[in-house]
Each structure stands twice: as structure tokens, then as C-alpha cells.
């Protein structure tokens, strides 16, 4: 965890959604919620919540929204935010033992932890965390990176000529843990990348019910001249439709960067 560690300290987090593709993550990020979430004033954990890019919105809109992330750091610029002084609680802490009450919460949002704990039983810890907090019938939207996403980028950017790099990608492509072997060279940090039948399985595992996979980027994710698109409305819209109409499909699954799933706490059986 220590890489990690030192990766976010770099404060590569807090303005990277606002940057590149990384916008088209958070905007169908955003939509997913707002199709997912129920109505404010619900109450929301916002587990592994970086520096606030969901939970500002989140509190515009009405919820009660408690952010909890790892990093010291992005929980100090949490707490000198004015946009987010309306947070219910802000707390340094660890998504496989989250310091809520059990059934206090209508959802959680787990957007960045399964991908940070490469233990297929912390993933689990964390998940039946979230399912301990929520009550019956809560929902927890958990992202995950696709196998294949450093494989994508790779060819997208040229960084398949460097030796490292396909060392890298094809230890990934066997066996989900991606690893740089030099923090130096500002690839993407330790994580574990999810074939989506995994990503299911370990949702479902935890106790979670009707548990769906989407596509959050899709066909988005190896589009040309990204920025050209981006900037042009209409454009915009339409990628986002076809994005939309894909997004359940598990061929395409592969093509997108994150997956997000979506599943509820079981509620109790009738008397």
C-alpha cells in the first residue's frame, strides 16, 4: 500500500476527472448515480471519496453524504473545502472497516477501493462492509478498472514500444495485479484489474442481490481526438447515446476502462 500511498501524495487525484477522457469517466459516473442513487435527502457513504468530485454534486442535490478516504492528505483538503463543509462527516479511515452504524445508510459508493485492495479477500471485506452499513434494500455502485485497460491505453498511447510496459501489461493480463515497476515513470499505481464475471461474482458474494454491471466509458474509451469531440455538443451527445444503448453489453465490456456495479442489501423476508 505504501506505492499507492506515494501515487495519491503526488495529488494526481484532484483535478483528474476534469482533464482529458477522464472527463467522459466522471460524466456517465454522474449519470450512473443519478439513475441508481435514491432521492435526496438520502444518506450516502462516499467510501474511498478522494478529494470530493462526486460528493460536492452530491450535496448541491440534497444528500447527507459522509466521505471517507485512506489518504491523510485528500481528507485535509476535504476539510479547508467551503464546497464541501455541508458533509455529515469526513474521516480518515479504511473501506474494510468502515466506522458507521450498521443500517445507517441508503448507499454506498465504492469508486475507487475494489480497484486498490488486490486481495480478493479484502475486495470482500470491503464489500461486506458496505453491505453491513446499508439498510435493507440500500444500494452499493462499486467501480472497477477492466482487465484490458492498460492493454487499451498501451496501444492507444504508443507505450507498448517500451519493454516495461508489455512486461507489465501481459503480468496484468494474466492474473488481474497491475504493478509499474518504477513509481518514476507515472504509470498508473498498484491496483487489481477485474474481468467483469469476476466483478459480479464478488458483489453477489458479499450478500448483494440483483447485482448488474455497466459500462462506464464503453465505446467512449477508444475514441480518436477525444478532446475535438468532447468540445463539440452535439458530438458529445451523440457518443454518449451510443455509449448509453452498449452499456450492458458484455461484448463491449472489455473496450471500457471501469465497470461500474450495481446491487442492493437484501431486504427482509415478510413475516
Known amino acids: 500500500m505504501d506505492q499507492i500511498a506515494a501515487y495519491y501524495a503526488q495529488n494526481r487525484e484532484h483535478e483528474r476527472l476534469t482533464r482529458g477522457s477522464n ?3 466522471f460524466e456517465r459516473t454522474r449519470e450512473l448515480l443519478a439513475r441508481f442513487l435514491p432521492p435526496p435527502p438520502a444518506t450516502v457513504l462516499d467510501v474511498g471519496g478522494g478529494t470530493g ?3 460536492r454534486p ?3 442535490e440534497g444528500y447527507g453524504v459522509h ?3 485512506a489518504a491523510p492528505h485528500h481528507i485535509e483538503r476535504i476539510r479547508a473545502d467551503p464546497s464541501l463543509a455541508g458533509l455529515t462527516s469526513a474521516t480518515l479511515g479504511d473501506a474494510r472497516a468502515l466506522p458507521y452504524p450498521d443500517a445507517s445508510a441508503d448507499a454506498v459508493l465504492l469508486l475507487g477501493p475494489l480497484y486498490h485492495l488486490t486481495g480478493a479477500d479484502d475486495r470482500l471485506r470491503a464489500l461486506t462492509e458496505a453491505r453491513r452499513c446499508l439498510r435493507p434494500g440500500g444500494v452499493v455502485l462499486a467501480a472497477a478498472i477492466t482487465r484490458t485497460a492498460s492493454t487499451l491505453d498501451g496501444l492507444l498511447a504508443g507505450l507498448d514500444a517500451d519493454e516495461r510496459f508489455r512486461a ?3 503480468a496484468t493480463l494474466e492474473d488481474g495485479l497491475h504493478q509499474p515497476p518504477d513509481p518514476t515513470l507515472g504509470w498508473f499505481t498498484t491496483a487489481y484489474f477485474h474481468r467483469p464475471e ?3 461474482r464478488e458483489v453477489e458474494e458479499a450478500g448483494f442481490r440483483n447485482v448488474d454491471l455497466y459500462a462506464v466509458e464503453g465505446l467512449g474509451n477508444v475514441v480518436p481526438d477525444f478532446e475535438t469531440l468532447w468540445m463539440d455538443p452535439a458530438r458529445r451527445g451523440r457518443l454518449l447515446d451510443v455509449i448509453r444503448r ?3 453489453d458484455p461484448a463491449l465490456f472489455g473496450v471500457s476502462a471501469h465497470l461500474l456495479a450495481v446491487g442492493y442489501s437484501p431486504s427482509p423476508n415478510p413475516a
Do not use: C, F, G, S
Request: proline share 5%; hydrophobic share 40%.
Open 246 to 248: 452498449t452499456e450492458r
Open 53 to 55: 468530485p462526486y460528493a
Open 58 to 60: 452530491l450535496l448541491e
Open 168 to 170: 507489465m501489461r501481459n
Open 198 to 200: 469476476e466483478l459480479q
Open 23 to 25: 472527463q467522459l469517466e
Open 67 to 69: 466521505l471517507l478516504d
